[in-house]
């Protein structure tokens, strides 16, 4: 089962972000039922070491509701401090969590909601491994787990590659990892580029049309 969310290979905490997204159409939400829940935990569950398909397949549609609202208040959270970073231009991106200081609790308070922690397996003949153990649902472990790493992410330095897409009509975040990048992905560019020839040639011809987004 695939989410529906853009996964651009960001981390985690940005990519739960951008399950939040818009087109011509309309402005989406991948969480906004316990399917796009499963789906969007199923397609991140291989980048942490907490949560199995297995995990996935085992939770109950409460568990996926209560899911649901805490990715959902840890995703408000994140993009709250995401303006706070990038000095939030677009209006149709903003957060739910309107006060700085209610993400940062949000945050700390889903970073320590269930404990997990390394531990190492070595068996006799193999190759020694690094598994993660928790002393809760494996699915609420991998929760904190982005929690935790939007904590790290947000104090540290690499704040500051953090931006926000400005092609017409995107709302999505990405970390400006090299110095030519300017949008979340090649068709935001695209979008951006045309956007911008459109008004070039309507100033030149003295028309004030705005341009269309697709």
């Not at 399917?35 to 569950?45: F, I, K, P, R, T």
Request: charged share 25%; aromatic share 6%; glycine share 8%.
């Amino acid at each position: 089962m695939d989410t529906k969310a853009p996964l651009m290979g960001e981390p985690l905490p940005v990519e739960l972000m951008n399950t939040i997204w818009a087109d011509r159409h309309g402005r989406y939400d991948a969480l906004r039922d316990p399917g796009g829940v499963e789906a969007w935990l199923s397609s991140v569950c291989s980048r942490t070491d907490l949560m199995t398909a297995d995990d996935i397949d085992g939770l109950t549609a409460p568990d996926l509701h209560r899911l649901g609202d805490r990715l959902i208040s840890l995703r408000d959270a994140l993009r709250r401090l995401a303006a706070e970073v990038t000095q939030e231009p677009r209006p149709e991106a903003s957060s739910e969590i309107l006060e700085l200081s209610t993400a940062v609790h949000v945050l700390n308070e889903a970073a320590g909601e269930t404990p997990h922690w390394p531990v190492l397996r070595w068996a006799p003949g193999a190759e020694p491994a690094r598994h993660g153990h928790t002393g809760g649902k494996a699915a609420w472990a991998a929760l904190s787990a982005i929690a935790q790493e939007g904590v790290i992410f947000f104090s540290q330095n690499s704040r500051h590659q953090l931006r926000a897409c400005l092609a017409p009509g995107c709302v999505l975040y990405f970390l400006k990892n090299h110095p030519r990048r300017e949008w979340c992905s090649t068709s935001c560019g695209n979008r951006a580029r045309s956007a911008r020839h459109y008004q070039r040639h309507h100033r030149s011809t003295g028309l004030t049309v705005a341009p269309r987004t697709e």
